[in-house]
């Protein structure tokens, strides 16, 4: 997905922000596809699903 090659990305040092990142590769997707989109929402809409898929991860990686 575009979040998990964020985290890659970021890991790496090659991005300063994985939301910036996963927005840039969303907007250009949908500018593709001739759909517009306000981008706040679409920033918005992103940050709401990584949440989620956050909090339904039935088995969280251990933490330390």
């Known amino acids: ?5 964020a985290e890659q990305m970021k890991a790496g ?3 300063d922000s994985k939301l910036d990142y996963v ?3 969303a907007e250009m997707w949908l500018f ?3 759909i517009t989109m306000d981008l706040d929402e679409l920033r918005a809409r992103i940050e709401a699903a ?3 898929e956050l909090n339904d991860d ?3 990686a251990p933490v330390g």
Request: proline fraction near 10%.
């Open 1 to 5: 997905t575009a979040v998990y090659a």
């Open 13 to 15: 040092q090659y991005i």
């Open 23 to 25: 927005t840039e590769l």
């Open 32 to 34: 593709a596809r001739g």
């Open 50 to 52: 990584v949440k989620q």
């Open 58 to 60: 039935p088995d969280p």
